[in-house]
């Protein structure tokens, strides 16, 4: 016999015990998400690599070392695992014109790839909810993702998530920042590793975003970009910042934030939790006002967030909720000549009328039908035998509390069925 397969390391499978997490916490997303106005868009997971070396960028980590990419043997076309979503948004609202009668609140949602070293919190494949404002320009925008995202971790009942903002000013701001970046780089050139070394000239932000302590404390020492930025980014920033205090957001400035993307201008936001281990950001986000144009599109302004699903179901779990897994509100069991077909008759008109009805397949003896009842947590056993067919009737029979059971005539079942579910203490 051959061994069995598995699945590939880092993209794991999300069995019915953790996805029924999953669905909860999207149910809250999808109401979250409805509630401020945001609609869905749904892209392809697979891209041209040119787009994400073109809006990710091509010094990133993503793009040099993470992205699965292959040339398609029938075409020659060079294609990508979609490592994010925001290229791809900006690159359907560009092929479809979505902004041509004004700006547009979107979302989605689903897997991306990205070759990392796997470890909790971190995947080869995982999953986010992204949110994107395109074609608005004003802080207002971003005050109101990052006010949107405070009230979803209330919502998710999530506490001790906190935010780190920074804003990265203008390209042309950061330009100017770039000679003196490289030059404090080049006076602590033996601290830095292989990457920084090799990013120091050709995207000196990049070595900010470092990961590796010795790099960090050169950073540390680094001048601080703020210092380079003009009035308007800073009027920009000084305006959210008004915006969050009198919304109740707290934050906090991290002069070092440049996000591990190249698209970000002016303001960049994570959400980061304690309670993670090394991998705490649960949600970053910013703004990009140069993807439009440098995708080919007309220039818009833009700005947007994407949050960590399995970080922040790890948070729902560990913050000791419990997942809304309902059980079924009743289990047919049915036995004799004739029964499987009542059975099947009542589990359609009970669902019909709104009701969750598992319908017993597979026959077997009474008593193995009742411990699958039990097993499946219904609330009753709804049972069909050869006596009850006989007099137009169902036993219903009570399995999560002491109470007796009772024959019910079948033509009654769906409507005392409310009453009868009901009576569970
Ligand atoms: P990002 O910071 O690369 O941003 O990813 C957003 C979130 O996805 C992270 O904060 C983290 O929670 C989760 N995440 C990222 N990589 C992994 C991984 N390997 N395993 C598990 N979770 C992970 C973006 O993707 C941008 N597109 C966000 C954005 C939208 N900016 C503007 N609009």
């Known amino acids: 016999m051959s061994a069995p397969l598995q699945a590939v390391r880092g993209m794991n499978d999300i069995l ?8 909860d916490f999207e149910a809250i997303v999808r109401g979250w998400l409805a509630r401020h106005g945001y609609r869905n868009i749904r892209m392809p997971l697979v891209e041209p690599t040119q787009l994400f070396r073109r809006a990710v960028g091509e010094s990133t980590d993503i793009v040099e070392k993470e992205m699965y990419s292959w040339r398609d043997e029938l075409n020659g076309e060079d294609l990508t695992l979609r490592p994010e979503a925001t290229a791809s948004c900006v690159r359907a609202a560009i092929e479809h014109h979505l902004l041509h009668d004004g700006p547009k609140r979107l979302w989605y949602a689903g897997p991306m790839y990205r070759h990392e070293r796997p470890q909790k919190g971190r995947y ?5 909810y992204g949110v994107e404002a395109l074609g608005f320009a004003g802080p207002d925008a971003d005050a109101e993702l990052i006010v949107m ?7 998710l009942g999530l506490g001790g998530i906190r935010l780190e903002l920074n804003t990265i000013g203008s390209s042309l701001e950061r330009m100017r920042y770039r000679a003196a970046l490289i030059a404090h780089l080049e006076r602590h050139a033996d601290q830095l590793d292989a990457d920084a070394k090799r990013r120091m000239h ?21 001048p601080p970009l703020m210092e380079y930025l003009g009035d308007a980014s800073l009027g920009h920033f000084a305006e959210l910042k008004r915006l969050l205090a009198a919304a109740g957001v707290g934050y906090s ?12 201008n002016l303001t960049v936001f994570e959400w980061v939790s304690d309670r993670l281990g090394a991998q705490g950001t649960v949600c970053g986000g910013g703004r990009y006002d140069g993807l439009f144009e440098q995708l ?22 560990e913050a000791g909720r419990e997942p809304r897994d309902a059980p079924p509100d009743a289990y047919v069991v049915h036995q004799g000549e004739g029964a499987v077909q009542a059975a099947l008759k009542i ?12 319908q017993h397949c597979g026959g077997g003896s009474f008593k193995s039908q009742m411990k699958r009842a039990d097993a499946s947590g219904a609330k009753l056993a709804l049972i069909v035998g050869e006596d009850e067919l006989k007099a137009g009737e169902v036993t219903v ?5 002491a109470r007796a059971q009772a024959r019910v005539p079948l033509a009654r079942l769906a409507a005392e069925f409310p009453h009868l579910c009901k009576q569970r203490t």
């Open 16 to 23: 019915p015990a953790e996805a029924c997490w999953w669905l």
């Open 124 to 128: 080869r494949q995982f999953h986010q």
């Open 149 to 155: 995202c405070a009230a979803l971790w209330d919502e």
């Open 202 to 222: 050709s995207n000196p932000l990049r070595v900010l975003d470092s990961k590796n302590p010795q790099v960090q404390a050169v950073v540390q020492s680094a």
């Open 253 to 264: 400035i991290s002069p070092r934030l440049v996000r591990g993307l190249d698209y970000y």
């Open 296 to 317: 080919g599109g007309k220039p818009a302004p833009a700005a947007g967030f994407a949050m960590g699903i399995e970080r922040l179901i790890a948070l729902m779990q």
């Open 347 to 358: 589990a359609r008109e009970l669902r019909c009328a709104g009701f969750a009805v598992i």
């Open 397 to 401: 029979k009570p399995l999560r509390e």
